[in-house]
């Protein structure tokens, strides 16, 4: 599965959107289809060159729109719900200009139907958005992710990209510079399609997209490539105890779960003198190792504990539910390469069902396989 994940720390906008895709490999020609599509042909023309913001370069794209010509929300959406576009090219469009129409219904007081978009009205705005869900198309990216995003104090960031990134999931970190860097038209495309994180990728290409301020470091890059498995740092936390009793180490493995573990786990060891005990391993965040090493030293026999790093390699995982005849059942699903792979229903909710827990979680597994084409 094919990922792009936007480094936004200058900023974006749906021009530099689109010269990043071309510079990362999609093809410039897909926005002269656009124009044609669109019914644009005598109204804007686009310019594709090579540009240099200090010591970096990129793509420029420049799409010079005739003076004047504005269209209401009503014709925006006529005018791409008539073109000729591939299917989720048109509905992603459709669902970028339906989120500028209530964030400027909103701001206006004005029904959708009614909306003159002003500076977002113009052919320019249709090309950024249907060209740069196009160029994703013809690169074959499935998912889209995207950095935090520069957030320079009022009135350097328009209310429009503001409310359209509101309930996003979006970070905004503060910047000083006074000028605006997150155009609407940019934060509209992330707010459709972006997750705001940052993701293992397997690096095919690069691509960087320049912006119109001729500033230093005026640039937006996509990283393009396949997804790993997600990895992370954590602490593992180990304390050897040959002298406490089983319910108590029992209660012990409850508390650090309780207490924030993310793992914790007992195996049996031999001890000096050969006497018999445990081995207590703890997995943690690294911002824990330090409270749940005090909670293993505060609430065992132990007199140390041993912290060393590691990195884990995560599959993913997900939760759906399904319908038996028993009841509802919640199933986990584990993913790699975002496929699924294998389930596993929870145990609590096959138990609040009536019928024998084995069976319902048998019958909840083979429901769960089957609606994910696992069998």
Same mark, same amino acid.
């Given at each position: 599965?094919? #990922?792009?994940?936007?480094?936004?720390?200058?900023?974006?906008?749906?021009?530099?959107?689109?010269?990043?895709?071309?510079? @990362?490999?999609?093809?410039?020609?897909?926005?002269?289809?656009?124009?044609?599509?669109?019914?644009?042909?005598?109204?804007?023309?686009?310019?594709?060159?090579?540009?240099?913001?200090?010591?970096?370069?990129?793509?420029?794209? &420049?799409?010079?729109?005739?003076?004047?010509?504005?269209?209401?929300?009503?014709?925006?959406?006529?005018?791409?719900? !008539? @073109?000729?576009?591939?299917?989720?090219?048109?509905?992603?469009?459709?669902?970028?200009?339906?989120?500028?129409?209530?964030?400027?219904?909103?701001?206006?007081?004005?029904?959708?139907?009614?909306?003159? +978009?002003?500076?977002?009205?113009?052919?320019?705005?249709?090309?950024?958005?249907?060209?740069?869900?196009?160029?994703?198309?013809?690169?074959?990216?499935? *998912?889209?992710?995207?950095?935090?995003?520069?957030?320079?104090?009022?009135?350097?960031?328009?209310?429009?990209?503001?409310?359209?990134?509101?309930?996003?999931?979006?970070?905004?970190?503060?910047?000083?510079?006074?000028?605006?860097?997150?155009?609407?038209?940019? $934060?509209?495309?992330?707010?459709? +399609?972006?997750?705001?994180?940052?993701?293992?990728?397997?690096?095919?290409?690069?691509?960087?997209?320049? !912006?119109?301020?001729?500033?230093?470091?005026?640039?937006?890059?996509?990283?393009?490539? $396949?997804? !790993?498995?997600?990895?992370?740092?954590?602490?593992? %936390?180990? $304390?050897? &105890?040959?002298?406490?009793?089983?319910?108590?180490?029992?209660?012990?493995?409850?508390?650090?779960?309780?207490?924030? @573990?993310?793992?914790?786990?007992?195996?049996?060891?031999?001890?000096?003198?050969? *006497?018999?005990?445990?081995?207590?391993?703890? %997995?943690?965040? &690294?911002?824990?190792?330090?409270? +749940?090493?005090?909670?293993?030293? $505060?609430? #065992?026999?132990?007199?140390?504990?041993?912290?060393?790093?590691?990195?884990?390699?995560?599959?993913? *995982?997900?939760?759906?539910?399904?319908?038996?005849?028993?009841?509802?059942?919640?199933?986990?699903?584990?993913?790699?390469?975002?496929?699924?792979?294998?389930?596993?229903?929870?145990?609590?909710?096959?138990?609040?069902?009536?019928?024998?827990?084995?069976?319902?979680?048998?019958?909840?597994?083979? %429901?769960?396989?089957?609606?994910?084409?696992?069998?």
């Amino acid at each position: 599965m094919t #990922s792009a994940y936007f480094d936004c720390r200058s900023g974006i906008s749906g021009d530099m959107t689109l010269g990043a895709l071309i510079d @990362a490999g999609a093809d410039p020609g897909i926005l002269t289809r656009c124009v044609e599509a669109l019914g644009l042909a005598g109204e804007v023309k686009v310019e594709i060159r090579h540009e240099e913001r200090g010591h970096g370069g990129g793509i420029r794209v &420049l799409l010079r729109a005739q003076e004047g010509r504005t269209r209401n929300l009503p014709e925006l959406i006529s005018t791409v719900a !008539g @073109a000729a576009l591939p299917e989720r090219v048109a509905a992603r469009t459709l669902d970028a200009l339906d989120r500028l129409g209530r964030v400027e219904s909103a701001l206006h007081g004005q029904p959708k139907e009614q909306l003159h +978009l002003h500076e977002l009205g113009g052919a320019d705005t249709l090309i950024d958005l249907t060209g740069s869900f196009w160029l994703l198309e013809q690169l074959g990216v499935a *998912r889209v992710y995207a950095s935090a995003l520069p957030g320079p104090r009022p009135p350097h960031t328009a209310p429009a990209t503001a409310r359209v990134l509101a309930g996003s999931g979006a970070v905004l970190e503060p910047d000083e510079r006074e000028m605006e860097l997150v155009t609407p038209t940019g $934060a509209t495309f992330l707010a459709v +399609l972006a997750k705001f994180s940052r993701p293992a990728l397997r690096l095919d290409r690069v691509g960087w997209g320049v !912006g119109s301020r001729d500033v230093p470091g005026n640039l937006l890059s996509v990283w393009i490539g $396949a997804e !790993g498995a997600p990895t992370d740092a954590v602490a593992v %936390i180990e $304390a050897n &105890l040959d002298d406490m009793a089983p319910n108590l180490l029992a209660a012990l493995t409850e508390d650090l779960m309780l207490e924030g @573990a993310l793992d914790v786990s007992v195996s049996a060891a031999m001890m000096k003198k050969g *006497r018999v005990g445990h081995l207590l391993a703890v %997995i943690a965040r &690294l911002e824990d190792e330090t409270r +749940l090493g005090e909670v293993i030293l $505060a609430r #065992s026999t132990t007199l140390g504990v041993r912290i060393t790093g590691a990195r884990r390699r995560l599959a993913g *995982r997900r939760m759906i539910e399904v319908e038996t005849q028993f009841g509802r059942v919640a199933v986990k699903v584990k993913e790699l390469d975002g496929r699924p792979v294998d389930v596993a229903p929870e145990y609590e909710d096959a138990r609040r069902c009536e019928g024998d827990v084995n069976v319902v979680m048998r019958v909840a597994a083979e %429901i769960a396989r089957r609606e994910l084409g696992l069998l």
